[in-house]
């Protein structure tokens, strides 16, 4: 074989590595771009979920003010309720009271006679022991 025909395959084979090389390495920066953008979308993700994270944990603290406000604003009469605990079941069952007012207005009766007529009570619009028997238990949570 001539020196020609050496030199001529000895250029086609560094020419073919050459080539492969040049793939290879843009493959590998292809790859490097994506991980790196992966690490970056992840690092987003991640800040995103922590500020959450904190809004939930702020949230929960507000409502847990807000509960131990509300029963000690009102707590649960044994007895004879207060014109606002009386206000305060009926919105949480889902009858309008008017405003939480402590005054026993023409709209906290007619709640009352609503809520006694949807629950088969004689609608008197007066709170008797059985009406606050099944209106108490609206007091703290919501039913509407």
Do not use: H
């Amino acid at each position: 074989m001539g020196m020609v025909k050496k030199v001529k395959i000895l250029s086609l084979i560094i020419l073919f590595i050459f080539f492969i090389s040049l793939t290879g390495c843009a493959s590998l920066r292809k790859k490097d771009l994506t991980s790196q953008e992966l690490r970056n979308q992840t690092q987003a993700l991640e800040a995103e979920l922590q500020k959450k994270n904190e809004e939930i944990a702020l949230l929960k603290e507000r409502l847990k003010e807000k509960e131990e406000i509300s029963k000690s604003s009102f707590p649960e009469a044994k007895r004879r309720p207060s014109v606002k605990q009386i206000q305060l079941a009926l919105r949480n069952a889902g009858y309008n009271p008017g405003p939480i007012d402590g005054r026993m207005g023409k709209q906290t009766r007619q709640a009352i006679k609503t809520f006694q007529k949807a629950n088969g009570l004689t609608p008197d619009g007066k709170i008797g022991r059985k009406t606050w028997e099944l209106l108490r238990q609206y007091l703290y949570k919501k039913d509407k």
